[in-house]
């Protein structure tokens, strides 16, 4: 069983930077690809950024590309999510997720654990 508990987000200007944190727990954490997700209010769930087991592969929707650096210390079980040039677009609430290694990057259904989320909120 892993747990994920996001933490990070707030209220922050357009042109504005966050890092969002992923804590997870459990001894095979480092074994995972992992992800970012977001769900804006009356939209659904959509892909944000992954990355491999190891953190050497990457990947990003284009919605973010340029602007979102994802990355992971598996020493310390956290992935993270470096957001700069936040529009308010950005806005929703963000997800990690433990990925079946197996399955689609982009799906939401191909991830198996999910943290609670961590509201993120672009004003203009």
């Known amino acids: 069983q892993v747990q994920l508990v996001e933490s990070g987000g707030g209220l922050v200007q357009a042109g504005g930077s966050l890092r969002l944190s992923c804590a997870a727990s459990?001894?095979?954490?480092?074994?995972?690809?992992m992800g970012w997700f977001r769900q804006a209010p009356g939209k659904e769930r959509e892909f944000v950024a992954a990355?491999?087991?190891?953190?050497?592969?990457?990947y990003y929707a284009d919605s973010v590309k340029g602007r979102f650096t994802i990355s992971r210390d598996n020493a310390k079980n956290t992935v993270y999510l470096q957001m700069n040039s936040l529009k308010p677009e950005d806005t929703a609430v963000y997800y990690c997720?433990?990925?079946?290694?197996?399955?689609?990057?982009?799906?939401?259904?191909?991830?198996?654990?999910w943290g609670q989320g961590t509201q993120v909120t672009v004003s203009s």
């Open positions: 997720a433990v990925r079946d290694p197996a399955k689609s990057v982009t799906m939401a259904v191909s991830y198996a654990y």
């Open positions: 459990g001894r095979l954490f480092s074994s995972y690809p």
């Open positions: 990355i491999s087991w190891s953190g050497g592969v990457t």
